[in-house]
């Protein structure tokens, strides 16, 4: 058995209904910091351009703030959580490391909700999204347990949606 299947398992055994809270928060969180980063551009411009050398910054930055948008959703209805969070992991240790720790500016809060934010990263990454989610409304859908009941083998789910217990996807 391979390490994803182990801590699929274990993940499914250990999770509560307050970890999906916190995982709607957290996405709700990266989906507002996209927002905002799409409203104010000049200050992710500068950041982009002092800290990293970028010329053109704005590009980045909208990159940035729809890479926020998108995770953010897509981890707010449990779908492919695990893949945007290692999406955004990387981008969260760059804040933490060039931005918030070399910035002149007092920007304690921020830093300290970067971190946060960075450890429910890391948090959800291993921990998957969970039972309130879309991911799993699709695994155990109705519609998934009758799409091959005709065969005799039947043992639940469908070669595209297995059931939960044998689920092996990001």
Request: aromatic share 10%; charged share 20%; proline share 2%.
């Amino acid at each position: 058995m391979t390490f994803f299947h182990q801590l699929e398992k274990w993940s499914d055994r250990n999770h509560s209904g307050w970890m999906d809270v916190l995982r709607i928060v957290l996405g709700i969180t990266l989906t507002v910091k996209g927002f905002m980063f799409i409203m104010d551009t000049s200050d992710l411009v500068r950041i982009l351009n002092a800290n990293f050398g970028i010329a053109d910054g704005i590009i980045w930055a909208h990159v940035i703030a729809i890479i926020h948008l998108a995770t953010g959703f897509l981890i707010t209805v449990g779908l492919a959580t695990r893949a945007s969070c290692l999406i955004d992991i990387p981008m969260l240790i760059g804040a933490i490391l060039f931005v918030n720790i070399n910035s002149t500016e007092n920007r304690g809060g921020e830093l300290v909700m970067a971190v946060i934010i960075l450890l429910l990263l890391v948090f959800f990454f291993l921990k998957g999204s969970g039972r309130f989610s879309a991911f799993y409304y699709l695994i155990n859908s109705r519609r998934s347990r009758e799409t091959d009941e005709s065969k005799g083998d039947y043992k639940g789910g469908s070669p595209v949606a297995p059931m939960d217990k044998e689920a092996n996807i990001l």
